[in-house]
């Protein structure tokens, strides 16, 4: 498994895997490895790609200045034991200081499907999601690139931003991997008391007892006094096109609830479409 930290030594080799005609995956990732992960990079290799690059990057300019990164879980070793075990070719462990040189002045801003939903709530989250995505895009040269459902709302702005800005590239998305108790698998999880995982579990409980034919803003007012009765501070709770993510009047096939809470000081999302 080859490890690049210089974004020019990946790009080099990934050019030549490519005139060598040899398929390549991305796996885009924050790190501090889950099954979550592990289960794109096993979807990279069920599609059949020869090269497999699982990045790993804490990107700074998708968190807030209140948010949690710098505090954010990070084990560099354990990742590339996980990366090396689940069968990843390659692994790429930048700095912010080589991914965002001196001056660093472009940005990519996706205007319709990141307004709501964590866009609202995170000012600026999906303008650095998707630059990086974009500079990694341009970095690996994937044929494809896996991300997972858990972050439903950042892979429709992903997909959108490779149709709108035309990169030869596909999207492939994996579902939501899931401890045996329901709770979403995330590297925020490891923030949690052993009281706060047991909330939590509100989580995937409420999105459980959804179902297709109700009233949008019946199931909505259900849904987070679920929340709230468990402990969890609402962010928000919204009833969406799975595909627009404009709000919906009735849940239906292909309707996404999407959830996201506080949990103490942690912030959890999950979502599930009908
Ligand atoms: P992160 O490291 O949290 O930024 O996530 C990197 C990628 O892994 C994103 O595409 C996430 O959607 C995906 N991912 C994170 N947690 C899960 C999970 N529990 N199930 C499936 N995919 C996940």
Redesign the pocket.
Same mark, same amino acid.
């Given at each position: 498994m080859k490890i690049f930290r210089e974004p020019g030594k990946l790009q080099k080799w990934a050019s030549a895997q490519k005139l060598a005609g040899r398929q390549i995956a991305l796996?885009?990732?924050?790190?501090?490895?889950?099954?979550?992960?592990l $289960?794109?990079i096993e979807a990279a290799k069920r599609k059949g790609a020869d090269e497999i690059v699982v990045s790993?990057f804490v990107n700074p300019v998708q968190f807030g200045p209140n948010e949690d990164y710098d505090k954010y879980p990070r084990d560099e070793k354990a990742d590339l034991a996980k990366c090396r075990k689940a069968g990843a070719t390659a692994v790429f462990f930048p700095t912010p200081a080589n991914m965002y040189l001196d001056r660093h002045s472009v940005y990519i801003v996706e205007e319709d499907l990141s307004r709501g939903l964590c866009g609202a709530r995170r000012p600026g989250h999906f303008r650095g999601v998707c630059t990086v995505v974009a500079k990694l895009f341009n970095l690996a040269h994937p044929d494809f690139a896996?991300?997972?459902?858990?972050?439903?709302q950042? =892979?429709q702005v992903i997909k959108r931003m490779v149709r709108d800005l035309n990169f030869d590239l596909k999207i492939v998305?994996?579902?939501?991997? !899931?401890e045996p108790s329901g709770l =979403? !698998? $995330? $590297? !925020?999880n490891t923030y949690l008391s052993a009281e706060e995982r047991e909330r939590a579990l509100a989580l995937s409980g409420a999105l459980k007892t959804l179902a297709v034919g109700r009233n949008a803003a019946t199931e909505r007012k259900r849904v987070v006094k679920m929340l709230e009765d468990a402990g969890l501070k609402v962010d928000y709770v919204e009833f969406v096109d799975g595909g627009t993510l404009e709000p919906v009047k009735r849940t239906a096939k292909g309707v996404c609830v999407l959830l996201a809470v506080y949990d103490g000081k942690t912030r959890l999302i999950d979502n599930r479409v009908l």
């Amino acid at each position: 498994m080859k490890i690049f930290r210089e974004p020019g030594k990946l790009q080099k080799w990934a050019s030549a895997q490519k005139l060598a005609g040899r398929q390549i995956a991305l796996v885009p990732t924050m790190g501090y490895l889950h099954e979550g992960h592990l $289960s794109l990079i096993e979807a990279a290799k069920r599609k059949g790609a020869d090269e497999i690059v699982v990045s790993v990057f804490v990107n700074p300019v998708q968190f807030g200045p209140n948010e949690d990164y710098d505090k954010y879980p990070r084990d560099e070793k354990a990742d590339l034991a996980k990366c090396r075990k689940a069968g990843a070719t390659a692994v790429f462990f930048p700095t912010p200081a080589n991914m965002y040189l001196d001056r660093h002045s472009v940005y990519i801003v996706e205007e319709d499907l990141s307004r709501g939903l964590c866009g609202a709530r995170r000012p600026g989250h999906f303008r650095g999601v998707c630059t990086v995505v974009a500079k990694l895009f341009n970095l690996a040269h994937p044929d494809f690139a896996v991300f997972g459902q858990k972050d439903y709302q950042q =892979a429709q702005v992903i997909k959108r931003m490779v149709r709108d800005l035309n990169f030869d590239l596909k999207i492939v998305t994996a579902p939501i991997v !899931r401890e045996p108790s329901g709770l =979403a !698998r $995330s $590297s !925020r999880n490891t923030y949690l008391s052993a009281e706060e995982r047991e909330r939590a579990l509100a989580l995937s409980g409420a999105l459980k007892t959804l179902a297709v034919g109700r009233n949008a803003a019946t199931e909505r007012k259900r849904v987070v006094k679920m929340l709230e009765d468990a402990g969890l501070k609402v962010d928000y709770v919204e009833f969406v096109d799975g595909g627009t993510l404009e709000p919906v009047k009735r849940t239906a096939k292909g309707v996404c609830v999407l959830l996201a809470v506080y949990d103490g000081k942690t912030r959890l999302i999950d979502n599930r479409v009908l």
